[in-house]
């Protein structure tokens, strides 16, 4: 049993410039656009569909720093975004008796706070992700398309849930759903 659960976003540096452009590069060779006119336009419509894929999955896509305090824990202490795996090793505010369990979820035993921080997010984000990012951005994009702007926005949703329904993790049960 868990009480007392809050959680703070300590370092969030966003995407790099590097990281836009390597994006940015990507999803043009997947669209096959080779002009630079529209660049700012398909930057913001990866960054708008990343934001959804985080919110889709409840877990980020860049790494940041998540902070996880607690008043008191006996048992599994879920966490709300998915650990790095290469950032296994997360800091303590103290000693308690804390464990990491098999399924990237803590284990303790304290009447007192704990304050738990981690990085979340993927170091390199998998390849299906992207292609589902990429994906979106072609459906919103296509100007042969004579698809209404609602009709694209549920077209985007639509195969976000089937391109990312395993990906998406629910905290509060720490299972996937």
């Not at 990507?26 to 913001?44: P, Q």
């Not at 098999?102 to 035993?109: G, H, K, P």
Request: charged share 20%; glycine share 4%; net charge negative.
């Amino acid at each position: 049993m868990t009480t007392g659960y809050s959680i703070q976003i300590i370092v969030d540096s966003g995407l790099t410039s590097a990281q836009r452009t390597n994006l940015l590069g990507l999803c043009k060779a997947y669209m096959m656009i080779e002009h630079n006119e529209l660049d700012v336009v398909i930057t913001d419509l990866i960054i708008g569909e990343i934001k959804r894929v985080e919110k889709f999955t409840s877990n980020f896509l860049y790494i940041r720093q998540i902070q996880v305090s607690v008043l008191s824990v006996k048992g599994i202490l879920d966490l709300p975004y998915i650990p790095a795996l290469k950032t296994p090793s997360p800091i303590f505010s103290d000693n308690q008796a804390v464990m990491w369990g098999a399924d990237n979820s803590l284990i303790a035993n304290s009447s007192v706070p704990i304050t738990v921080t981690y990085s979340a997010g993927y170091e390199v984000i998998p390849e299906d992700i992207l292609q589902a990012i990429f994906e979106a951005t072609r459906i919103f994009f296509d100007r042969e398309d004579k698809l209404s702007l609602p009709d694209k926005l549920k077209a985007m949703k639509e195969y976000r849930e089937f391109a990312l329904s395993n990906y998406r993790f629910n905290a509060l049960y720490s299972t996937y759903v």
